[in-house]
C-alpha cells in the first residue's frame, strides 16, 4: 500500500481507495487511513528530540517551555512528557491506550481537539491531567489560570464506564466494615466510596464518610472496607398514613475515577499539604475567596 505524503498540518483520517487490477475498486468510504504523529517521535518534532519540558515545579516554577500542536496536526500521546507551561492544541492530541500523565500550566484547547477516549471507544486506562499554579500567577484572558480551557473546541473525556452510585439495603452501623447495597457494582479493591450522611450535614461538620473498599462479593452487593465507619448510616423503611412507602437510604457513590483532571497542590507555597476525607488526596493551602 503507498500512500502520498500529508505535511504535518494535513493530518488525520483519510479515506482509502483499493484498486485491484481486473478485479475493480473497494466501495467508497469503507476503507481509511490515518495520518497521525507519535509524542515520542523525532519526526513529529522535525528531527529533534521531543520538548524537554520544565522540571518539578517547587524547583523550575520560572520555566515558560511550551508546546504548539497547530491546526491540521495530529499527535498520539504516546508517553507521559514532562511538565509544560502551556500547551497550546488547535490541532488534535488523541491519549494513547495506556496509563498516561499530562502536566503543565495552562491548556489551551484552541479551534482543536483534546482526545481522551470516547464515548463509543471509552479510555479503560489511567489518564491523569494535573495543572499547576500560584494566585498570583498571570492569568489567560477570560479563562484564568491554572486551567484546562477550551476555545470552539471538542473536549472528549470518557472514562471506564461503571456504576456511579447506589444505596445501602442495610443500615450501617459504627464500626462494621462490612456495606450491604441495594443494587450490584462493578467497583475495584482500593476504590474510594462515600457514605453520605442521614443523621447531621452542616458547613463545620458533616457525618458523610470517605472508606477504601477492601473486598468485592462475586454478587457486587457486599462491600468490604478499609476503614471503621465512625457515624451510622441509615437504610429503612417504613408505611406512612395511607400506606405511602417512606425510605431512608444513605447513599454510597463512587469517587475514585480512572480519568482524573486535578490540581497540583503547590508543594512552593504549601510545604505540608492539607488531607482530604479520604486521607490521600492533597489539598492546595490556598483559601480562595476567604
Known amino acids: 500500500c503507498t500512500t502520498s505524503r500529508s505535511g504535518v498540518k494535513f493530518g488525520g483520517m483519510k479515506p482509502v481507495v483499493v484498486t485491484v487490477p481486473g478485479l475493480g475498486v473497494s466501495p467508497p468510504a469503507t476503507q481509511s487511513f490515518w495520518y497521525i504523529d507519535t509524542w515520542s517521535a523525532r519526526t513529529t518534532w522535525g528531527g529533534n528530540a521531543p520538548p524537554t519540558g ?8 520560572d520555566c515558560k517551555d511550551s508546546v504548539v500542536i497547530p491546526a491540521g496536526q495530529v499527535i498520539l500521546l504516546d508517553v507521559s512528557p514532562p511538565r509544560l507551561f502551556l500547551l497550546l492544541i488547535e490541532g488534535t492530541l488523541i491519549f494513547d491506550r495506556t496509563d498516561l500523565e499530562l502536566k503543565a500550566s495552562f491548556i489551551l484547547v484552541r479551534g482543536g481537539k483534546l482526545e481522551v477516549g470516547t464515548e463509543s471507544q471509552p479510555f479503560v486506562n489511567k489518564a491523569e491531567i494535573t495543572l499547576f499554579g500560584q494566585p498570583t500567577d498571570r492569568e489567560l484572558p477570560t479563562f484564568g489560570s491554572k486551567v484546562l480551557a477550551c476555545y470552539k473546541c471538542t473536549l472528549d473525556l470518557h472514562g471506564k464506564p461503571s456504576v456511579s452510585w447506589t444505596r445501602l ?3 450501617l452501623h459504627v464500626g462494621n466494615r462490612t456495606l450491604v447495597l441495594e443494587a450490584p457494582v462493578d467497583w475495584t479493591v482500593g476504590a474510594k466510596i462515600v457514605v453520605a450522611t442521614t443523621d447531621f450535614d452542616s458547613m463545620a461538620d ?3 464518610e470517605v ?3 477492601a473486598a468485592v462479593s462475586p454478587s457486587g452487593r457486599v462491600l468490604t472496607v478499609v476503614e471503621p465507619p465512625k457515624y451510622m448510616h441509615v437504610s429503612e423503611w417504613t408505611l406512612a398514613p395511607g400506606g405511602k412507602v417512606l425510605e431512608i437510604r444513605a447513599e454510597v457513590g463512587l469517587m475514585s475515577r480512572n480519568v482524573v483532571v486535578q490540581g497540583d497542590h503547590d508543594p ?8 482530604a476525607a479520604d486521607g490521600v488526596t492533597k489539598l492546595s493551602c490556598h483559601q480562595f475567596g476567604s
Not at 55 to 61: E, I, M, S, T
Open 54 to 61: 520544565c522540571g518539578p515545579f517547587a524547583l523550575d516554577v
Open 169 to 171: 439495603s442495610e443500615t
Open 206 to 208: 458533616q457525618h458523610s
Open 211 to 213: 472508606l477504601t473498599i
Open 268 to 275: 512552593l507555597m504549601c510545604p505540608m499539604p492539607q488531607l
